[in-house]
């Protein structure tokens, strides 16, 4: 992997790191303002049947109150009027002090009881007003995370946009990459071919050179080392062997040709590797073939469509 890849692969690494805070950290909000929200409201509700529970039992008392006041009423009625009271005065007014004793001892009870009820309501009461005011509290704190809620799933929805349009770049950029490494690649491959093509041609070269002056020493009139069986045709001919069998070749030019009897022939072969093969002596002919016969030592046996003439530099 190269090193722009390796940058946009910790890049992408960033992306998702930053993506899955912003997830977690909107989760945990929300999860923490509606677990309060629940247990508030849970609050509330209990707190509104107390209130109801403790509004029925003042209710409640409020008329036995009422009604044990008239019963007290009438009772303590009928005790002042000491109708079964008898005896001296004294007797009869310490029954009625005792009598009124009993009425205002009930009546203390009662409203000791009747007082306790009430602060308790009371503090029913101011307990609910602050549960109250605390799920207003709350409520407006759950909207406000609900919209920084939303705005954070916003800017993780343009996150995720840049974090894919980062990762079709990044594999964009890879792609190029690897096209670029194959097509380097394919260079080399086609550079090495061509260098070791040039090399065997060079080589070729250097053996045709080779044969070429060998070639020339050899038949060159006049110089050193003649042979004397060299008696190339006057005009520059050329032709392909036609058929080879042992010693005697027959090529596909003639007497029309301007070849005569007696006259000599150099066979070469080209193609991928080219190389100088003998000579021959034409010892029979035709308008349009003739017969040579192989003069000396040949370097490779000739073939079909080995090439004959009075030079390889007369081939066009």
Do not use: C
């Amino acid at each position: 992997m190269t090193t722009v890849g390796k940058i946009l692969v910790f890049l992408n690494l960033v992306f998702s790191f930053v993506v899955g805070t912003f997830a977690v950290m909107a989760f945990t909000a929300r999860t923490h303002w509606a677990t309060k929200y629940d247990e508030l409201a849970t609050r509330y509700q209990v707190a509104q049947a107390d209130s109801k529970t403790f509004k029925d039992e003042a209710d409640r008392l409020t008329r036995e109150r009422n009604a044990f006041n008239q019963r007290l009423y009438s009772v303590g009625k009928a005790d002042l009027k000491l109708k079964d009271v008898k005896g001296p005065p004294e007797a009869v007014d310490q029954a009625a002090a005792d009598a009124a004793n009993r009425v205002a001892g009930e009546l203390r009870a009662r409203q000791t009881r009747i007082d306790d009820l009430e602060k308790k309501l009371g503090d029913v009461t101011a307990d609910l007003s602050k549960a109250n005011r605390q799920i207003k509290s709350y409520a407006a704190a759950t909207s406000t995370s609900q919209k920084t809620s939303e705005l954070r799933q916003n800017d993780v929805e343009k996150i995720r946009e840049m974090y894919s349009a980062e990762i079709k770049r990044n594999n964009d950029l890879v792609k190029s990459a690897n096209d670029m490494r194959d097509q380097m690649v394919a260079a080399q491959i086609t550079a090495t071919s061509l260098r070791d093509t040039n090399k065997r041609l060079e080589e070729q070269l250097q053996d045709m050179a080779r044969d070429l002056v060998r070639v020339r020493a050899v038949g060159a009139p006049g110089a050193r080392g003649a042979r004397r069986d060299v008696n190339p045709p006057p005009e520059d001919v050329e032709g392909l062997v036609a058929r080879s069998e042992g010693r005697l070749v027959t090529i596909t030019i003639g007497s029309d040709a301007g070849l005569a009897k007696g006259q000599t022939l150099e066979v070469f072969r080209f193609g991928a590797t080219p190389r100088y093969i003998g000579r021959i002596k034409i010892v029979d002919l035709s308008p349009t073939q003739a017969v040579g016969e192989v003069v000396g030592r040949l370097t490779t046996p000739i073939r079909k469509n080995d090439t004959v003439g009075i030079s390889i530099m007369g081939r066009r």
